[in-house]
């Protein structure tokens, strides 16, 4: 679903480091490869997530081509997902024990500082039901 209006300014920052610091095949230590990241809504505010990604550097080793993002990174929010975990949970909450609208649940999340748009909150209800 692509954006057509400009992502928030991220109101917190936070780095996430992959716990696992070796390599699972050749117990040699992972380097750090490459930084990602993510924009994530929360209730808490717009967060920008750095993301620390760690490689094997042994040239023959079978897990040489495999990325070791951070554990605590899935707490977040979904695979490409651009909302918390906990802005799903509220709406999957508010839809099926409370019975609230789409329209509803919008102005609810926008009250609450969070910037979303209507197919948003149906895209993320669905999510829910998944
Ligand atoms: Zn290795």
């Excluded at 209006?5 to 117990?27: F, G, M, S, V, Y």
């Excluded at 750090?32 to 209730?43: E, I, K, P």
């Excluded at 899935?74 to 609208?101: C, D, K, N, T």
Aim: net charge positive; glycine share 6%; hydrophobic share 35%.
């Amino acid at each position: 679903m692509a954006r057509v209006t400009p992502r928030p300014e991220a109101t917190h920052n936070r780095i996430l480091i992959p716990l696992k610091e070796r390599c699972e095949q050749c117990d040699q230590p992972l380097s750090v490869s490459n930084h990602g990241h993510r924009s994530v809504a929360t209730l808490s505010g717009q967060w920008k997530l750095t993301l620390v990604i760690r490689q094997c550097i042994q040239p023959d080793c079978p897990n040489s081509h495999q990325h070791q993002r951070p554990e605590e990174e899935g707490r977040w929010a979904l695979p490409h997902g651009e909302f918390g975990l906990e802005v799903i949970a509220l709406i999957g909450q508010w839809r099926f024990r409370e019975h609230r609208s789409v329209p509803e649940m919008h102005q609810a999340l926008q009250a609450r500082g969070v910037s979303i748009v209507l197919r948003s909150v149906t895209h993320l209800m669905h999510r829910y039901e998944e």
